[in-house]
C-alpha cells in the first residue's frame, strides 16, 4: 500500500520539476525573431486567403453550370 502511495506523490513531483527545467530553458524571442515569426504568419494567412479565393472563383461557374442557376 504505501508503494502506491509514492508512486501517486512522485508523479506530480515529476512533472512539476521537468515543467520547471522546460520553463528555465525557454527564453523570450528578441524583437527580430518576434517580427520574422509575424511576416511568416501574415504570410501564410495571405496564402491561404489567395487559395480560398481561387477555390470559390472557380467553384461558382461550376456550381451554376451543375444547378443551372436555380
Known sequence: MSDKIKEFIEIP???VREGNQFLTRCSKPSYK???QICR???VGFA???LIGY???LIHIPINNILVGGA
Open 13 to 15: 513531483q515529476q512533472f
Open 33 to 35: 525573431e518576434y517580427t
Open 40 to 42: 511568416a504568419v501574415a
Open 47 to 49: 496564402v491561404m486567403g
Open 54 to 56: 481561387f477555390v470559390k
